[in-house]
């Protein structure tokens, strides 16, 4: 590959480092560029750019970079326009909500049923955007307290946690943990940092895959502004 390219790691975080490595090791013309640097104006020598997270692609939008860019581990690519620009190619971080169900039961076997999502007054409207009308995910809005959004969950007996930040704060992780222990309750899940929270099965990115499809996003035109999520199967715990 003859191009140079840039890429800028907001996060910084070992997931994020590992994509970089990889990244690293396949191409010949290679710069990083640290966030704190992060500007339009010391952009030149670069043909493209890869932005890995949030803040990044954020500064990128605000800086009105029109360089070609390929970018992942934005949790929700949509609420940014990013399917809307044309300079913006983008790898989900998660898999749909969708997908992951549909995985589950096909890898499990298990008889099909809802599937619980609960939700955040404030994350509704997102979660919404993935849900389709016919899914066999059921959205659960928690309204008042937690005790009440308990008593919604207790006829599914499949619930899936979605990256709702309200939702995965530590206590209230931690009660529909405990819920779903205690009401023998299945948990499903596309976040990978919940391995340790005794979660039964997980459908997470695979970060290899994932490195490989930003490079191949560097040279192809793909007709999708927003790939789906490379992942695999990281814990099935019945």
């Known amino acids: 590959m003859s191009q140079t390219v840039c890429i800028v790691d907001s996060y910084q975080i070992k997931e994020t480092r590992q994509v970089v ?5 396949e191409l010949e013309d290679f710069v990083e560029i640290p966030f704190s640097e992060f500007k ?3 952009l030149k020598g670069c043909s493209s750019l890869i932005l890995l997270g949030t803040p990044a692609v ?5 800086e009105n970079v029109k360089k070609r860019i390929v970018y992942s581990f934005v949790l929700f690519p949509e609420a940014l326009s990013l399917e809307k620009k044309k300079n913006f190619f983008g790898i989900r971080i998660i898999p749909l909500p969708q997908k992951t169900v549909e995985v589950f039961f096909n890898y499990t076997k298990l008889k099909k049923e809802k599937v619980a999502l609960p939700v955040s007054d404030k994350t509704y409207k997102i979660a919404k955007n993935y849900i ?11 309204k008042k307290d937690y005790l009440t959004l308990e008593y919604k969950l207790l006829k599914y007996r499949y619930i ?7 939702i995965l704060k530590v206590l209230t992780l931690l009660k529909l943990l405990n819920f779903a222990k205690e009401n023998k309750k299945v948990l499903i899940t596309n976040l990978p940092d919940l391995e340790n929270y005794g979660i039964n099965f997980i459908y997470a990115v695979d970060l290899k895959e994932l490195s490989k499809k930003i490079l191949d996003l560097l040279e192809s035109n793909s007709s ?3 790939l789906p999520c490379p992942a695999k199967v990281k814990r099935w715990s019945p």
């Not at 389709?132 to 928690?142: A, P």
């Open 160 to 166: 899936f946690i979605f990256p709702d930040p309200y």
């Open 132 to 142: 389709k009308g016919d899914s066999i995910l059921k959205l659960v809005k928690l």
């Open 21 to 25: 490595s990889f990244i690293e090791k």
């Open 224 to 226: 999708e502004r927003i």
């Open 40 to 42: 339009k104006e010391k």
């Open 58 to 62: 954020a500064r990128a939008l605000k």
